[in-house]
C-alpha cells in the first residue's frame, strides 16, 4: 500500500466525514472529501436497503471524481418501531437534514405513546460502508452497535441519534462518549475497520 493512494470520503455530511477523518487518521492514504475535490452532488438514496444506497453513493462519486471512493449508509434500527427508521433515519419524518434534536424528540414521542418498557426499547445502530472506483465496486462491509433508547436526550458529543442511544456496556449515552471511545465501539468505527484489510488491497495493487 503506498503513501500516494488516494481515497474520496463520500459523504456531504460534516459530522461524519470529521468521524471517517478521525478513524482512518493513521492509514497511509491521502483523504479527501467532495469539497476538497471541488464536487457539489447529492446522490438521491433510492435504494431499499443501506447496502444499496451505500453502493450507490459510492458509484456516483466515483463516476464523478475518478477516485477510489469510500460511501456508506447508516441509520438507526428501534424494535419496536418495526425497524423505524432504518434506511430514513436522516430524513424521519420529513425532518430537515440538520434537525437532529427533531428526529430524537419523534423517536422518543413515538415510543412514550405506546408505552415502550425498558426492556423493549432495544435498537442498533448500522452501517454499511461501499468502496468503488470508476471502473467497479469493489464490496462492501458493515458494522453495528446495540443498545437502548434512552428515556430522554443526555450529553454534547456525536450528532444524530446519539444523544438518545444507551451503551449497556459503557453505561453512557453515546453522545457522553469521548471521540476515541465513541470509534472503538461505533457501527462506523467497526465498520470502517472491516474495510481496511480491503482498502489495503486495493492500494495495493494501483
Not at 43 to 63: C, D, H, I, M, Y
Not at 94 to 111: I, P, S
Not at 152 to 171: A, M, Q, R, W
Request: glycine fraction near 8%; aromatic fraction near 6%.
Amino acid at each position: 500500500m503506498t503513501a500516494m493512494c488516494k481515497l474520496l470520503l463520500a459523504t456531504n455530511n460534516p459530522h461524519k466525514l470529521a468521524e471517517y477523518r478521525e478513524i482512518l487518521a493513521g492509514l497511509p492514504m491521502q483523504l479527501t472529501s467532495p469539497r476538497d475535490e471541488g464536487l457539489e452532488i447529492d446522490p438521491e438514496e433510492t435504494g431499499r436497503s443501506f447496502e444499496e444506497n451505500a453502493v450507490l453513493k459510492a458509484t456516483a462519486f466515483a463516476q464523478a471524481s475518478g477516485l477510489l471512493t469510500l460511501a456508506d449508509d447508516s441509520g438507526l434500527e428501534i424494535d419496536a418501531l418495526g425497524g423505524e427508521p432504518g434506511i430514513y433515519s436522516a430524513r424521519y419524518h420529513n425532518t430537515a437534514k440538520d434537525d437532529h434534536a427533531g428526529r430524537c424528540r419523534v423517536v422518543l414521542n413515538k415510543l412514550a405513546a405506546q408505552q415502550t418498557p425498558w426492556a423493549k426499547r432495544t435498537a442498533r445502530f448500522k452501517c454499511v460502508i461501499a468502496l468503488a472506483n470508476r471502473e467497479k465496486v469493489f464490496g462492501t462491509v458493515s458494522g453495528a452497535v446495540e443498545g437502548l433508547i434512552a428515556l430522554e436526550p443526555k450529553g454534547s458529543g456525536g450528532f444524530g441519534y446519539d444523544p438518545i442511544f444507551f451503551v449497556p456496556e459503557l453505561n453512557k449515552h453515546m453522545a457522553e462518549l469521548s471521540a476515541e471511545a465513541k470509534h472503538n465501539i461505533s457501527h462506523r468505527g467497526r465498520a470502517a475497520r472491516a474495510a481496511l484489510p480491503l482498502l489495503k488491497k486495493i492500494c495495493a495493487a494501483d
